[in-house]
């Protein structure tokens, strides 16, 4: 998973762009968003560890926003702040679950202590500093298959190669990227993970390359990219798939040449980091349809590494089951109990379609929804059929037509699945493994056909 960021939400340019560099200068990893809706969609694809936002916003309040996002993830602390506050704001504010509430001007300082008594020690923001991906989770695995991958990567680890990681979502690809960083010799070093598929267009470059001072509308300083930010130890392009074919052959060049060009810029800046790129298809049939280039493939396939997916290694599957049952029992003070053996059989035949990911959120849920000592069957909410997704007793949940064309099975799956996830986006790509970006390009499409 990437390092837990600070989502930053203004619809003013300046004040966003200050608080980004303040922030980036406290050694945290920033991403910003215009408005509330900018802000959500954000928030959906990635894994922020605080948002700061303006109360005071067209279109959506910085109150609507924050009312939004708990529902999303009711424990992340939100930062308000306005120049418009009030006594009545404030306290509104505060019983919707802000965690704090700032007034502008606002100092560095001010923000730092917020930040501070938002992120105690025992739960601290994760950052671009030496060491940040030694705290990411070990690989728990018995798999022959997986063991081989793990001695490969640590021996190639203290190389500069690069690598390409492959595999389903939800296998670990990410955790597989950080167990490379900390064997590798920039392991002190920061490690940097970016989600390409996140990345908006207009500002692609600036993020990855940096951006000099009054280089564009809104460019108030000089910003550092997160090739630059990476340093000697790890950049990660996390679904190096999604990125558009002109970025793509930015990438090529900064790969070959060992060296960045910000946005605005007269001098290359030199970079040191290894790059690892991860993707959740396979380039090589990316290529073939036009969709990656063919010259940043072979870029990056210098040492390819597949995960294989949970279905075939279900000798795993009892191993991770009884680390995410204990896990979650930790985290909510619960006893841990037994997971009886019905219940065991039924998640080793699951398909778990979502890999890993989706069997610790079965665990949690088992976890939080379960009564007693033993964990029964109906408290997983799978039923045994479900591990052969196209078995004779799923087909009645999509029924199969004739002559309905591929496009509109695809679009009764798609639709079928945003409805089991109760139109939980980030889920539902995960469970039908495509990209977000991609499920959000369906959507448009089968909108613009009505």
Known sequence: MQNKSILVVDDEVQVRTMLSSMLNRFGHIVDSASDGAEALNKFEENDYGLVISDVVMPEMSGIELLDEVKKISPNIP?????????????????????????????????????????????????????????????????????????KTAKNVAPSNATVLIQGESGTGKELLASFIHRHGKGNNDPYVAINCAALPDSLAESELFGHEKGSFTGAAVRKMGKFEMAGRGTIVLDEISEMTLPLQAKILRVLQEKEVDRVGGKKTVPIQARVIAISNIDLKKAVKKGRFREDLFYRVNVVALTIPPLRQRRGDISLLAEHFLHKHCKNNNKKIPKLSDKAMSILLKHDWRGNIRELENTMERAVLLGEGDVILPESLYLEESDFDEFSDNTKKNIPLQAGITVKNMEKKLIVKTLKDVDDNRTQAAELLGISIRTLRNKLREYRQEQ
């Open 78 to 150: 939100v930062i308000m702040i306005t120049g418009h506050g009030t006594i009545n704001t404030a306290v509104e504010a505060m019983q919707k679950g802000a965690f704090d509430y700032i007034l502008k001007p606002f100092s560095s300082k001010a923000i730092e202590k917020a930040i501070e008594r938002a992120a105690p020690s025992k739960h601290p923001l994760e950052k671009n500093r030496p060491g940040s991906a030694t705290k990411v989770k070990k690989i728990i695995t018995k798999d022959e298959n997986l063991l081989n991958i793990l």
